[in-house]
């Protein structure tokens, strides 16, 4: 079966690494994030995983000066 392939500005969630691309900020700063807001509504977590809803999320970056 052939993968799929769906562009990061249409994914519905991204990984630390998708989304340290996609926002120009870095992995560990984005874990930081994660680890400092566990009950964030951009934030999901599969067991150990990490991933970010993106749109959720920008709306959080669209709020801020600084990160």
């Known amino acids: ?29 984005l874990r930081r994030l994660a680890e400092e807001n566990p009950d964030a509504p951009w934030l999901i977590r599969n067991g150990n995983r990490i991933q970010i809803k993106r749109r959720q999320f920008e709306k959080v970056i669209d709020t801020l000066d600084v990160i």
């Open 1 to 29: 079966m052939a993968e799929i392939y769906i562009p990061v500005y249409e994914q519905y969630t991204l990984t630390i690494k998708e989304a340290a691309c996609y926002f120009r900020i870095g992995e560990n700063k």
